[in-house]
């Protein structure tokens, strides 16, 4: 069945460091590909979305590029702030069906 | 602010009591869900509703039950709960269920079962 893997956390970074967070999934048709992000004490927001392959998502400085071939959906910023710590969630969608990842949590130092 | 208030933020209950959580959605949207997150796992699916219809059960126990009476309302009944019920329950909506929808989720309820 459709799964969802991101590397587990924490992860720790200090301010203005780069940051990847891999997700790879598996899927038997062509999913859409989401990141949402909790910040403590709130929901689930979305952060950004790829609907098809090698479309390019982003959204606060964050990307992340649907790689059909690898079958990933990796999470990129190029300098982090300490307002980015949080938990970070992959998902897939694929027709009524959505899959979350385990989510990553990121805590940024000043 | 996401448009998608839950009530109440935290409960404590007992193995023998009956609690109700609410959830309300303000974007007009037609689908509504309930998940369960635990620590160091996946977000659960619970429940799915599509129009105010119940479209999705995934192998939920009966103690919990869900209402939908509007397109705007979900509710999560509880009753003789265990332990290991202990979670955040969130509540979600959107437009419709479809493969590109993006998800709006509330704050969730913190739930500690004694």
């Known amino acids: 069945g459709d799964s969802v893997t991101q590397m587990e956390g924490p992860v720790t970074l200090s301010e203005e460091a780069f940051l990847t967070i891999n997700c790879t999934y598996t899927?038997?048709?062509?999913?859409?590909l989401f990141w949402y992000v909790q910040y403590p004490g709130e929901g689930l927001q979305l952060l950004l979305k790829?609907?098809?392959?090698?479309d390019k998502g982003s959204n606060k400085g964050f990307e992340a590029t649907y790689r059909k071939e690898t079958t990933s959906f990796h999470l990129e910023k190029g300098s982090v702030q300490v307002s980015d710590s949080a938990v970070y969630f992959c998902?897939?969608?694929?027709?009524?069906?959505?899959?979350f990842g385990a989510g990553t949590r990121l805590f940024v130092k000043a | 602010e996401t448009g998608v208030t839950q009530t109440p933020r935290h409960l404590v209950m007992g193995m023998t009591n009956k609690k109700s959580l609410k959830c309300e959605q303000h974007?007009?949207?037609?689908?509504m869900y309930w998940y369960k997150q635990s620590a160091k796992k996946p977000l659960e699916l619970m429940f799915v509703y599509n129009f105010k219809e119940q479209t999705e059960n995934n192998s939920v126990p009966s103690r919990f039950s869900p209402e939908c009476p509007n397109s705007s309302h979900l509710f999560l009944h509880l009753h003789t709960l265990q332990p290991e019920d202990s979670a955040l329950y969130l509540c979600a909506s959107s437009q419709d269920r479809g493969g590109e929808e993006t998800q709006y989720f509330g704050p969730g309820t913190r739930l500690l079962v004694l």
């Open positions: 899927a038997t048709g062509y999913p859409s």
């Open positions: 998902a897939l969608s694929e027709g009524f069906k959505t899959i």
């Open positions: 974007l007009g949207h037609n689908a």
């Open positions: 790829a609907t098809k392959a090698d």
